[in-house]
């Protein structure tokens, strides 16, 4: 989605603004644009559809010069992906130069005041009206800049981080943000705008978090100021931000995704540390602990989540169900949060989210806790929105995830889950000491495992070159691996863009079925577990239909073997954990056929790392 950089100081502002853009490039975009106020105060704004590259190539022959910036990459909201539609946007008179992140809901009435007063538009964008807005306040009130800001995101209704720059001003960043990412980076004498922290990470690791409805006034050697719309000035919280460049590099890898993929063993030693202990095998989430009286009384736990997240808070579903015995329920956030759910003040909300910055997970935390529910938050990025605006919650430890689709992050957030879940289960007592060292046991023993399972990749590079060029696949699981099958289908269709659907393998005779042929593969977890005979029918079911099997199953299942046309082995680890074990060898398929495929594996067509917007 949409990033913003930001720089002022004493060094030439270009080549950071650059590769700050080149590190927001994880979350998907489709045009980029940078404006800099050079020495004599001319603004100059270079932008074109297409990469960063494409950006960089445009503007080798133009003025680069000025110590303070700002840049955007855009991931199309309001009107195509074109060169006018890119950030920055000026204003009618070529004098105020804006950068947007978000939608402007609100923005065909301001549109229609601004052009009954005169005002033309070169894009369809929303931004360029709250440029103008921004413009026509200045001149009308003969106010500051600042004013003029403040006054305009009064009127706006919708979701911003924006930043704004002047000509004739090259001492002045007024930035702002509601609903959307924005952080302040200290240096020594110069200041950072991003909207994702780990963009600036070079440069300083001291962030100031700018909140909902606050305006940065950041100017030439002068400190920091936080205001209202209102005027009334902020503290400055400084925050230290502890992440390594090498954490945002591919590290030899081809792709971060396939980095990420390979992280996984170590992602699960941080994730469990100091949570798990190796000795006693206890299992506890201080964010639980904490708050053990809420834990305790609580009636039902909803999770709300988009995508991955939300494929994660099933398994959680399971988990939580099985130890704890609470009623579970999972839903989307953009559903929960415009259906009037019913939430009661025992409810426990658990927001599921890597980024945690997604808007519509965002806005169900904000629902929940007008409900008087409490709200844990299971997320990634440290400092991010969700994780602010949570009462308790537990990160998930796994490291800057920068392949837009998500693999890491899956397996840390049903890691967490199933600590939640033991944690809950103990102090409630509903967990027997035998199967609360079972799992804790299998969570110590899982990083090993899963390196076992990454031996598979040769395996399945070669099986992927067999189902390249497949138009549909349908992925099959049941129970804790239902969900697992919804991720393989989503991480296929996701970087391949084939259509890939999952379902629960029992189901399939209820319609899925029809489609089944020798053109269509089906992959079914086929791990032993509680259903395992039943799943077992289900393929001879696809295999009298002619249908292509890959099964996906533990041990030398000699039965299965006899049926599917391509097994993989995955090491057996106690049930509920399965899914974690099993959907690295989906991430590799997904992710050996999109390569095959020629696909831009770590920023596919259309989609975006961190959904800001709904
Ligand atoms: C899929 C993927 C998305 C995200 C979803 C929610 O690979 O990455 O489906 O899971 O956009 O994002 P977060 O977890 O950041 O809230």
Not at 89 to 116: M, P, Q, T
Not at 174 to 198: C, M, N, Q, T
Request: overall charge negative; glycine content about 8%.
């Amino acid at each position: 989605m949409c990033g913003i950089v930001g720089y002022i100081g004493k060094r030439n502002a270009y080549p950071i603004l650059i590769k700050g853009l080149h590190r927001l490039e994880y979350r998907g975009y489709d045009s980029a644009g940078i404006a800099l106020v050079d020495d004599e105060g001319a603004l100059n704004v270079y932008k074109c559809k297409g990469k960063v590259a494409a950006l960089e190539h445009f503007v080798e022959t133009k003025n680069l010069g000025g110590s303070i910036g700002i840049a955007h990459t855009r991931w199309a909201t309001h009107g195509v992906p074109n060169d006018v539609n890119a950030h920055p946007h000026c204003s009618v008179s070529e004098n105020i130069a804006l950068i947007h992140n978000g939608i402007i809901e609100n923005y065909r009435v301001l549109k229609d005041a601004l052009e009954a007063n005169g005002y033309t538009f070169r894009s369809t964008t929303d931004s360029e009206v709250l440029v103008n807005l921004i413009e026509y306040i200045r001149s009308t009130n003969c106010c500051t800049l600042l004013e003029a800001v403040q006054q305009a995101l009064k009127q706006v209704i919708g979701a911003y981080s924006i930043a704004v720059i002047e000509r004739g001003n090259r001492d002045e960043i007024i930035a702002a943000r509601k609903s959307s990412p924005l952080v302040v980076g200290i240096g020594e004498g110069e200041y950072f705008l991003g909207s994702d922290p780990a963009s600036l990470i070079e440069y300083t690791n001291n962030f100031v978090y700018v909140k909902d409805g606050e305006v940065a006034l950041i100017r030439r050697n002068h400190p920091l100021k936080l205001v209202t719309l209102d005027n009334r000035e902020s503290k400055i919280d400084i925050k230290q931000l502890e992440l390594s460049i090498s954490q945002l590099e591919k590290g030899g890898y081809p792709h971060f995704m396939l980095k990420e993929i390979y992280e996984q063993p170590k992602t699960i030693v941080d994730c469990i540390r100091g949570r798990v202990n190796p000795d006693s095998g206890n299992v506890k989430l201080s964010g639980v602990i904490d708050n053990r009286e809420r834990f305790l009384r609580a009636r039902r736990i909803i999770f709300v989540a988009c995508g991955t997240s939300w494929h994660a808070s099933l398994i959680g579903e399971h988990l939580i169900e099985n130890i704890c015995r609470i009623p579970v329920e999972v839903e989307y956030a953009s559903e929960f949060r415009y259906r009037n759910p019913i939430i009661h003040p025992d409810d426990i909300v658990v927001a599921v989210s890597q980024s945690g910055e997604t808007a519509d997970t965002l806005a169900a935390v904000e629902l929940a806790r007008k409900a008087g529910a409490f709200v844990f938050g299971i997320c990634n990025v440290v400092g991010s929105s969700i994780s602010r605006a949570t009462d308790s919650g537990a990160y998930i430890h796994v490291g800057p995830e920068i392949g837009v689709a998500s693999t890491k992050a899956f397996t840390g957030q049903v890691t967490v889950m199933a600590m939640l879940a033991l944690t809950i289960g103990k102090e409630l007592g509903t967990v027997s000491d035998d199967y609360f060292h079972e799992v804790s046991q299998a969570l110590l023993e899982l990083p090993d495992k899963l390196t076992e399972v990454l031996k598979l990749d040769a395996q399945i590079s070669e099986l992927s070159k067999i189902f390249t060029y497949a138009h549909n696949f349908i992925y099959l699981g049941r129970g804790y691996n239902y969900p697992t099958a919804l991720e393989g289908a989503l991480k296929l269709k996701e970087i391949s863009y084939i259509h890939a659907e999952g379902y629960p393998a029992a189901e399939m005779k209820h319609g899925p079925i029809a489609l089944i042929d020798n053109e269509m593969p089906t992959v079914v977890i086929a791990t032993p577990d509680h259903t395992y005979a039943k799943t077992v029918s289900n393929m001879e079911e696809v295999k009298a239909r002619g249908g292509r099997i890959i099964a996906i199953i533990a041990h030398e299942d000699e039965q299965v073997r006899r049926i599917a046309d391509y097994c993989i082995e995955v090491p057996v680890v106690t049930e509920c954990l399965m899914p974690i074990v099993v959907s690295v060898p989906l991430q590799l398929l997904a992710y050996h056929i999109a390569v095959n495929k020629g696909r831009n594996v770590d920023q596919p067509r259309n989609l975006a790392k961190s959904v800001t917007v709904e």
